[in-house]
């Protein structure tokens, strides 16, 4: 079982290489906050990066993602801190984009069936044009 530290890393790696296939340009971020930095369709974004690397205890189906901050009391990611959240299956090697503005709970849950070919793309031009 990989340490929390290396599965957050594989992740931010993850998520970076979807982006640049999709011809986003991006850097992992030195910045508290914000994991990635991406560039495209002449706007900057702010990505949080969440990595999950085990299916639910209950129901083998879905990864849960902590989609809170902080130690005690965590609370939603917001836009103060990011503007999309990457949402990594590391089994699957695939990521979900979200705008922070659809994540309205501290814990999000996504079906493993959801984490196919093509995800990337077409949920990083919905993750992209969110009001």
Known sequence: MLPEIAVGQAGEWIA???LIELGVQVMV???EGADLLAYS???YFR???KTANTLGR???TLYRFSTGRGTKGKKI???ETCDIVAL???PERRVIFRNVGAITSKSTRLSKNRFIEGCEK???EEAIKWK
């Open 47 to 49: 990505i949080e990066v």
């Open 58 to 60: 209950r129901d083998r």
């Open 16 to 18: 970076a290489a979807a």
């Open 41 to 43: 369709e002449d706007r």
């Open 29 to 31: 971020s030195p910045t």
């Open 77 to 79: 990611i917001t836009s």
């Open 88 to 90: 990594v299956s590391l």
């Open 122 to 124: 077409q949920s990083w």
